[in-house]
């Protein structure tokens, strides 16, 4: 018995890494032919690159005796890449928040380097050379999923970043083109969640459960958000960006108006998925314990277990949500907007319509996932006794 359990694990395994990697195929396929494709220039790149260099030399400083910086930095670069790599560059170095850098030397920066009407190059600081510091992170959060999560974390690292390649070059260029935003991210969705849920628990009842459970999710909450926009008036022609929105529109057939609620989607998909396997794993490991529970008291096990996840999952999504606003936010406080200003002004309504229809999609995963998943247990774990009842009467 115990070697037919090891055999039906490692059959389950088997087949979800062939899902798995059917899936990822298919997204590589995707991949492929969405990205075969060149870009409308919205601003012009010509006789202009971004290249890496190092600050040699300080020809002019703009720090006072205040302790301020006022007006640029005169500096000298040695260029690390492009045709002017190992050549020393005066550059100009902005007193700016979003470009330029307070140079010291020896500082590693991102320099703007074009030509002037005679050929001579003109450098300008753009930022600081963060690409160290950027791959250190990520790599010190891959190594934390390994410490603590073994195999099952590696390979939660290896499915976080396929849904982040899914999104950049799938979800991104299906909307280049003007397909749905909605149905973009749905895809998304669908391909993140089947590849994930069948790589780390393999092919079985609690798999699919978690699937489905997860599927209704999102779509929960997406068509909530519709809905919430269309009663209040919202969508994608309403956030802060809007009128970069609507140059790009101009270029590209992008769906502006879609835009915001399929990231309602993508956004609300860790969440729920988080949610749809626990509870999926969970009842299958009471089952696994106790399997004389009939399907009522597997699903009220699912229930209160769900609502333990209900309220610390929904504190996740939505104080995401407020993290992410909390610059924007902050600006509405200062100000001491009026309540009818403040209730009815687009920024506060999209984060209401973001934060609650999420939590709406995780709060109905519960009964649904819980549902779901103990009907299947119970009626694979029936089948499969009267296939070895058959098999012994033989």
Known sequence: MIKMNKLNLTKGKIIGYIIALVGIALSAVLIVLLNSFDKVELVSTYNRTFEKATVTKITKDN??????????????????????????????????????APCTVGLDVVAIVSANDGGEPVVTVYSRDREYVVYAFVALFVIMLWLVGGKKGIKSAVCLALTFVLTIFVYFPLVYRGFSPFWAAAIICVLSTVITIFFVAGANVKSVSAIAGTAFGVLVAGVLA????????????????????????QNIPINIGGLLFSGILISTLGAVMDVGMSLASTIDEIHEKKPELSVSELFRSGINVGRDMMGTMSNTLI????????????????????????????????????????????????????????????????????????????
């Not at 690390?80 to 790599?85: E, H, Q, R, V």
């Open 63 to 100: 720090l006072e005796e205040d302790g301020e910086r006022y007006g640029n930095q005169e500096v000298v670069l040695k260029i690390k890449t492009g045709s002017y790599a190992g050549k020393e560059l005066s550059a100009i170095s902005p007193n700016g928040n979003l470009f330029g």
């Open 319 to 394: 104080l995401a949500f407020v993290g992410g606003s909390i610059v924007t936010l902050m600006i509405d406080y200062c100000y001491d907007l009026s309540y009818y200003q403040l209730i009815n002004s687009n920024n506060i309504c999209i984060e209401i319509m973001q934060g609650i229809s999420g939590t709406i999609g995780i709060v109905l995963t519960v009964p649904f996932t819980s549902l779901l998943t103990a009907v299947m247990i119970k009626k694979y774990h029936k089948k499969k006794e009267q296939t070895k009842d058959s098999g012994s009467g033989e």
């Open 226 to 249: 519709l809905i919430f926009g269309q009663l209040a008036g919202i969508s994608g022609y309403n956030v802060s960006e809007v009128e970069s929105l609507l140059f790009i529109g």
